[in-house]
């Protein structure tokens, strides 16, 4: 039952080093997400994708880029690492409108 | 603005007691869905309960409820019985369908439950 799987859990990069956050999920979900949540501040949305070969911003996109490489994955690059991208990153995904968002357990990054 | 409001930073309840977490939304969509999630101190995020926007009847999925006050904006999670496993962080969150596919999520409540 593994749902949706992020890959690491843990990252400590220095600044400017680039690095990609891997996410798939084995439920055939057609929507994924990549959220940032910091302290106080809830989720924020930072890409999403609505179907395989889409891709949107979402409130907080700059600094990052995404891929959906099928329909099961969806990855979150970091071309250059700043201090103010350490934060958890989430991905989830859902299969349709009325469904909730299944979430990956995390990525914890930490960028000195 | 924000979409999503939840003005409780902190709450405290005693064990066995109900508690009602309070979410306020903002959207212009008449079609949109609101959501609960659980987030316990290990870090995962647990769904809880969903309403939808036409969706006559108040939300409940055991000891979860959700009061549904339209013209008021307001989806509050009411929580029955409280046990110490439910001391958590908890978000609100919503889903405008006009605008596809966007989540917004409030800044979320912690709540204690105290023995």
């Known amino acids: 039952n593994a749902g949706v799987t992020q890959t690491p859990k843990f990252q400590v990069l220095k600044t400017g080093q680039s690095m990609t956050l891997q996410c798939a999920q084995d439920m055939n979900h057609n929507s994924m997400y990549w959220y940032r949540q910091d302290p106080g501040m809830g989720l924020r949305l930072i890409y999403y994708?609505?179907?395989?070969?889409?891709?949107d911003k979402g409130e907080v996109p700059n600094g990052y880029n995404v891929s959906r490489l099928n329909k099961r994955e969806f990855s979150l690059r970091l071309e250059s690492a700043a201090p103010s991208q350490t934060s958890v990153y989430f991905c989830?995904?859902?299969?349709?409108?009325?469904?909730?968002?299944?979430f990956g357990d995390g990525t914890r990054l930490s960028i000195l | 603005a924000q979409k999503i409001t939840q003005t409780q930073p902190g709450m405290f309840v005693q064990e066995k007691e109900a508690v009602t977490l309070d979410c306020t939304y903002d959207t212009s969509d008449p079609s949109y869905g609101l959501f609960w999630y659980k987030q316990p101190s290990s870090g995962e995020m647990i769904f809880l309960i969903y309403?939808?926007?036409?969706?006559?009847q108040n939300a409940t999925e055991g000891r979860y409820s959700l009061n549904f006050q339209k013209a008021r904006k307001s989806a509050n999670l009411v929580i029955s019985a409280s046990q110490l496993g439910d001391s958590a962080m908890y978000f609100c969150a919503m889903r405008e369908d006009n605008t596809g596919n966007q989540f917004y999520f409030g800044t979320g409540t912690s709540l204690t439950v105290i023995p």
């Open positions: 994708s609505a179907s395989e070969g889409t891709t």
């Open positions: 989830a995904s859902r299969r349709d409108r009325r469904q909730p968002q299944h």
């Open positions: 309403q939808g926007s036409y969706d006559q």
